[in-house]
């Protein structure tokens, strides 16, 4: 931190005032945006894994406490389109940084700033929303690292803050939170305390799915696969629910590589995506996955928006 920690904010009974806004969450793809945000609220929420575009919108989570209401916006990485799918990842992120009350760049820490820590500082430089920095996974560096490269960084812009933490390792973010609250205003409280995310169960669902295959499949095929619910349903027992994907990919090579030998690729994203969704859903699950090719997907406009990509206006 760099010490200008705002005073207490006092509401009109004379008590600690109930803050609230909005927090958007920027950085390089794999950076540990969607770690932080599923550790701070408590729960997972966001997919996770160690490959570019693990997240494709921008996921909304709520943290609630007596303190205040903090709504989490996990973007898309910020980074130069490659193709209409990237088109729409970039122009949520940045459309996300005009509409929030705070914004959260995370970098690793590391004295190198390359050129996309770059372009996040180009995208930065018309916006007016106060950026704290938050140096993370400090669990891989000596202090002395950290340090430098809480230096590096403060040539480059004019931080409201600089927090360093572990997401993975729950180091710091207690302080982080704190540093959050201080840079809101009184507010209402948008969500009900028990409510975690704005995202419906279907959309959860599918994101599991694709979170499993992004781990288990090669680089390449992760990039071009998306995931459809085709139906989810309550057995009349209530102790069972049904569920129907389809996992679309651009290419009848990768359709094969994800069904695998035999069908024993497909098998495994399913039962570890079972795994997840009968924590998630607290019953049964019974899951039926297909897979399709529909090429160039991507480049798609109408298929972008057919899977769940909608613009931003």
């Known amino acids: 931190m760099n010490g200008n920690e705002k005073e207490p904010n006092i509401g ?13 969450i920027i950085g390089r793809p794999n950076v540990g945006k969607s770690t932080l945000m599923n550790h701070l609220i408590g729960q997972k929420i966001a997919i996770t894994s160690n490959k570019a575009q693990t997240t494709r919108n921008r996921i909304q989570t709520v943290y609630t406490s007596g303190e205040g209401q903090i709504i989490f916006l996990d973007t898309p990485g910020i980074n130069r389109a490659k193709n209409k799918l990237g088109e729409y990842m970039l122009n949520v992120a940045e459309h996300t940084l005009k509409e929030v009350d705070l914004i959260l760049w995370l970098v690793e820490p590391s004295t190198f700033v390359g050129a996309g820590e ?19 996974k400090t669990d ?37 939170l704190k540093v959050i609250f201080s840079y809101l205003e009184e507010g209402p409280r948008y969500f009900d305390e028990d409510t975690v995310t704005d995202q419906p169960e279907r959309a959860i669902v599918a994101e599991i799915i694709r979170e499993k295959a992004l781990r288990s499949l090669d680089q390449e095929v992760p990039h071009g696969i998306a995931v459809v619910i085709d139906s989810m349903k309550d057995r009349e027992d209530g102790r069972i629910v049904d569920i ?18 035999q069908g024993s690729m497909l098998k495994k994203i399913g039962t570890r995506a079972r795994q997840d969704m009968e924590k998630l859903l607290d019953t049964k699950v019974n899951l039926k996955l297909w897979v399709k090719v529909k090429k160039d997907w991507r480049d798609s406009e109408f298929l972008l928006k057919n899977y769940g990509y909608q613009d931003v206006e």
């Open 244 to 261: 129907d994907a389809t996992i679309i990919c651009e290419r009848d090579s990768h359709k094969g590589i994800i069904i695998g030998r």
């Open 140 to 176: 891989s560096v000596g202090e002395e690292a950290v340090f430098e490269a809480i230096n590096a960084y403060k040539e480059l812009y004019s931080f409201a803050e600089i927090v360093p933490v572990s997401a993975l390792k729950d180091q710091n973010t207690d302080e982080l």
């Open 12 to 24: 009109t009974d004379g008590g600690t005032a109930f803050r609230s806004g909005f927090v958007t």
């Open 118 to 136: 770059r372009y996040i500082l180009e995208k930065l430089e018309g916006v007016a929303t106060p950026v704290i920095l938050v140096i993370n």
